[in-house]
């Protein structure tokens, strides 16, 4: 028998797949990097950003964890990669021939229909690179050239195979390039046994959307181990390939959240609001073009700037200085906040890049600046060159960033409707923000007015009312508007109703002061009247009472005389 003491028996642990990281923001937390000492195979059409990710990686992998590497062009010239490679900052050259080593393995068209052409000499020459510079990554660069040249099925599969059994035995972690043509959601077919022969497939598509085409990556094959699934859209930024919105695929939401008031830059807002806007809340302002909504953002920079916070201010389509030009002629003052570094501003044409790239942008803003606001006018501009489903998720994923940076988010969009009465957003965003002001106009007798209303503000007992919005000479007011026979009243309708009633209460002021001085002179003569019946009161009180003390006197000498006349006879009086 066995002793049960004994009989403990360790879990059994589950080897885990060893990857390097990329470097490439968003695909690590995609797939955790790519497979070490393995394969992988990227494909897709001309111009996705094939060449760029492989290359990105490498440098990655050279330049911050000082892995050496190898670039095998089978295409492209290796100056070329390398000159296009500066934009991103990545200055390549002073990595060359210590640890990154180019080497242009251009094929000759008639030396592969000639069938006399194989990798083992280029293998060879690479192997022993490989080991002088001690090498730990490979990439070999439009391997679909090397395909094409070969045009027959037994040599493709020869060399295939001797490649796979290089790359197995060298230890080197590489990367395979190769064109395909189109997008499809099934694997790729191209290059037969190619991606079964690899341990990682990742797919890059271009796609056309507007006046703009979307790139977009997706992981097809990655042989043990897990990765987020689906298609994911990448951008090219500053520093290279940028893999857009998959940070929030499986994220709990958990960000800051404050209970101070931050002020909307209008005193009379605030007051609606219950005491002005939460700190690190989203603000959404709609309406149609001319309503006063950049000029609502104008007062909220102000506001924050002179709470001494960084805000940043990102225009579509208007350029920053006749922003400030055209607030200054309303007393909002934003060029010595400029001039302080306190507000940053940025124009940018809405149809310069697509919903992503605007996003990303954004994202550099954010990071260089660290604003406590920022302002977004309008966000209906990431719609000019992308799906409404695209520009609504990415404008999801900028609330989430400013709230998990605990930014003030303050931005407007145009509404679609035509109607001036009609509430909503182009990218229906307004479920998503925690305060969504409304801002409309009315025409009415010759004029055109604007009105503003609080639709939502979680957390708030905000103010259901409408105000009138209006431009005075310290700048803009709130003021409120009136309803006469089920008809909102504006502008100088609104002045009239109002002179009408000042008239009506003057009226029945003069009315009052009338009916007072009559009063008063009714009550004077009353007054007098009394006067007269007190004093003939004390006039007939006097004769009574003198009658009353005469007759006393009388009754009193009667008595004396009586008792005179007892005296006068002797007697005794009875």
């Known amino acids: 028998m066995l002793d049960s003491n004994n009989d403990k028996r360790a879990p059994t642990e589950r080897p885990t797949l060893a990857k390097s990281l990329t470097g490439i923001t968003g695909f690590d937390a995609m797939a955790g990097g790519l497979p070490t000492g393995r394969t992988s195979l990227v494909v897709g059409e001309p111009g996705a950003g094939k060449t760029l990710f492989a290359l990105q990686v490498l440098h990655h992998a050279v330049r911050y964890r000082d892995e050496p590497g190898l670039f095998v062009a089978f295409e492209e010239d290796s100056a070329e990669i390398i000159a296009n490679a500066a934009s991103f900052g990545w200055n390549l050259p002073e990595l060359i021939d210590r640890k990154l080593f180019f080497l242009d393995a251009h094929v000759a068209p008639d030396i592969g229909l000639g069938g006399d052409f194989d990798l083992a000499g280029l293998l060879a020459a690479l192997g022993a690179k490989s080991q002088m510079m001690n090498a730990r990554w490979i990439v070999f660069d439009g391997i679909d050239m090397l395909l094409r040249l070969l045009d027959d099925p037994a040599a493709e599969r020869r060399e295939l195979y001797r490649l796979r059994e290089w790359l197995f035995h060298s230890g080197l972690t590489g990367i395979l390039t190769g064109k395909r043509s189109g997008?499809?959601?099934?694997?790729?077919?191209?290059?037969?046994i190619l991606q079964f022969m690899v341990d990682c497939v990742i797919e890059l598509g271009r796609r056309r959307q507007?006046?703009?085409?979307?790139?977009?990556?997706?992981?097809?094959?990655?042989?043990?181990?897990g990765f987020a699934e689906g298609v994911a859209p990448i951008v090219f930024g500053d520093e290279g390939i940028v893999v857009s919105g998959i940070d929030l695929v499986g994220r709990v939401l958990d960000y800051p959240v404050f209970n101070d008031r931050v002020s909307s830059g209008l005193?009379?807002?605030d007051a609606m609001l219950g005491g002005g806007y939460y700190r690190g809340s989203s603000i959404l302002l709609t309406g149609l073009p001319g309503t006063a909504k950049t000029t609502l953002c104008g007062l909220f920079a102000v506001a924050s700037c002179e709470r001494g916070e960084r805000t940043v201010f990102v225009s579509f389509d208007e350029s920053a200085d006749e922003i400030v030009r055209n607030l200054g002629s309303v007393?909002?003052?934003?060029?010595?906040?400029?001039?302080?570094?306190?507000?940053?501003?940025?124009?940018?044409?809405?149809?310069?890049?697509?919903?992503?790239?605007?996003?990303?942008?954004?994202g550099d803003l954010i990071h260089a600046h660290h604003p406590s606001a920022l302002i977004i006018d309008p966000l209906s501009a990431f719609m000019s060159s992308t799906t409404t489903e695209i520009a609504y998720a990415v404008a999801k994923r900028l609330i989430v960033?400013?709230?998990?940076?605990?930014?003030?988010?303050?931005?407007t969009s145009l509404t679609e409707e035509s109607d001036p009465l009609a509430e909503g957003s182009r990218l229906q965003i307004s479920t998503l923000a925690d305060i969504w002001i409304h801002l409309t106009y009315k025409v009415a007798g010759g004029e055109r007015n604007r009105a503003i209303s609080i639709v939502k503000a979680r957390g708030t007992n905000h103010s259901n009312q409408v105000r009138e919005l209006l431009f005075g000479e310290q700048g803009l007011e709130l003021t409120e508007v009136y309803s006469e026979g089920?008809?909102?009243?504006?502008?100088?309708?609104?002045w009239q109703y109002e002179q009408n009633r000042m008239r009506e209460r003057e009226r029945a002021h003069q009315e009052r002061e009338a009916r007072l001085r009559e009063l008063e002179m009714e009550i004077e003569e009353t007054e007098a009247r009394l006067a007269m019946l007190q004093q003939d009161l004390s006039l007939k009180r006097a004769n009574l009472e003198a009658l009353v003390a005469e007759d006393r006197s009388e009754l009193e000498r009667d008595a004396r005389e009586r008792v005179e006349r007892v005296h006068l006879r002797g007697g005794v009086q009875a």
Request: contains cysteine; hydrophobic residues 35%.
């Open 183 to 192: 997008w499809q959601d099934d694997q790729p077919e191209d290059y037969g």
């Open 210 to 225: 507007g006046r703009h085409h979307v790139r977009e990556l997706a992981v097809r094959k990655y042989r043990g181990s």
């Open 267 to 269: 005193a009379s807002l």
């Open 331 to 362: 007393q909002i003052r934003l060029r010595g906040l400029r001039e302080r570094g306190l507000l940053h501003m940025v124009s940018l044409r809405a149809e310069s890049g697509n919903a992503e790239e605007h996003l990303l942008r954004i």
């Open 401 to 411: 960033v400013a709230k998990e940076a605990g930014i003030t988010l303050f931005c």
């Open 486 to 494: 089920g008809e909102v009243l504006l502008g100088t309708l609104r």
